[in-house]
């Protein structure tokens, strides 16, 4: 028997929260072009991405 919904949905939830946090680790001592790659993969990994993004300062205007 398959897990339900809402258990997909939460392991989903803390992956995310596990790879954004090693990707907040590699910022600190990203270069450039290393930042906007981090930035792209979070873009692809969750509707929030702005948000985050901008919290980690990946992409400065």
């Excluded at 929260?17 to 979070?42: C, G, P, Y």
């Amino acid at each position: 028997m398959s897990c339900s919904e809402r258990r997909k949905e939460l392991k989903r939830r803390r992956q995310r929260k596990r790879k954004i946090t090693h990707f907040k680790h590699r910022s600190e001592n990203a270069s450039v072009s290393e930042k906007a790659h981090l930035a792209a993969k979070i873009r692809n990994m969750t509707p929030g991405a702005d948000a985050i993004i901008e919290s980690l300062k990946l992409e400065e205007r």
